[in-house]
């Protein structure tokens, strides 16, 4: 990620505007800029009148409005940040001032945008367009104050929300565009902006991180190679689980839960991943904690979304605990706990199968899990240990 110490607003971490309104001038993201542009047919021509009369989008060339619209608005947030930076005035007082966006109508379009690049083509033309990079730009620019010396986001975070919301879009079970979005270093910025403090990165903006950082690594060997490599990677992971309501919330703690449960249980995860997360696994095989009990229940909103978000949290929490246990990871610290996991799932069955009516329909799938786990947890052999002699 870009130094945050560059408190000018300016520099290397805003290159990606001045690529951008190149680009935007130079080509569309559906072919090559180097073809040469051939006479259009006349049947090409009735085509195109066709299109006109009728009113059909050309999803080609929206694509590039929304980015013209977002490189202007983009410009706005520069140069907003550069005299927020400079103890006065006088750097900026002969410069034309910018009108400012709608950050509105910018949130619609960049709305429509990820609706576009939903379609495998357009995400295509969209990272022929370089796009990945000005939406990592938009997402990581900060700015130091004069009034402060903590970096803080330069572009609001409804606009970083929409950008995150994109590139989720663009990465999901989209490889091409995972190992773009790998070797633009988007994992490690992506991580380095969900632990800047709340007031830089509120949860609101750490949940679609998290939500982005998941769609990028999981499901494709070489970035969740990667991840598992971060140093930082255990510690965002830790924190996404959390139950502090001052570092994370029912929606990011799902979307965490989601994503470690995928990255720690495919085909080819080793017992040196599942020991990196240690600590995130023992939060989920904690029996005391909101993952595997109905007690502390802060989930939803209020008006009966509570209880399902809090169904499908213990699901998807037992569920990792059987998987890790099928495949043989974590049994160490899941037999070290196997006493409290153990009693606490007999009461867990006796309550589930007491259930009634649409109750017993919701946690039928937790029963399950249980009946499983609990079966799996009493068949559990402890770990050979390396260098071990009999």
Known sequence: MSSAGNSSGGGEQWAWLGLLKWTLAHQDGTVPSSESPTMMSDEDKAFLEKVMAEGIVDESERMKFVLQEFSKAMEYYKHSSREAATTTATATTEEQPLAPPNEDDLEILLQELRDIVEQVDFARGFVNLKGCSYLLGAISATTTTSSSSSSMPVVPNGIRNMCLGILATLAQNNPPVQKELLELGAIKTLSDVFLLDASATPLSTKTKIMQALSAIVRCYDLTEAVFEQLPQAPVLIVQGLSSDPAVSNASLRAKTLFFLRAFLTPDNATPTRANKFRHAIAMIADTDSLYLNDKNNDNGDGDG??????????????????????????????????????????????????????????????????????????????????????
Request: charged fraction near 25%.
């Open 305 to 390: 979304g509570a209880n399902v978000v809090a169904i499908q949290l213990r699901e998807s929490a037992i569920a990792l605990l059987q998987q890790l246990l099928d495949r043989r990871l974590a049994v160490t610290l899941l037999l070290q706990r196997k006493q409290h996991l153990a009693s606490l799932g007999i009461q867990r069955i006796q309550q589930l199968r007491a259930a009634k009516g649409e109750e017993a329909e919701f946690s039928k799938v937790e029963l399950q899990h249980w009946e499983a786990f609990l079966i799996q947890l009493a068949r559990a052999e402890p770990e050979e240990v390396v260098g071990e002699t009999k």
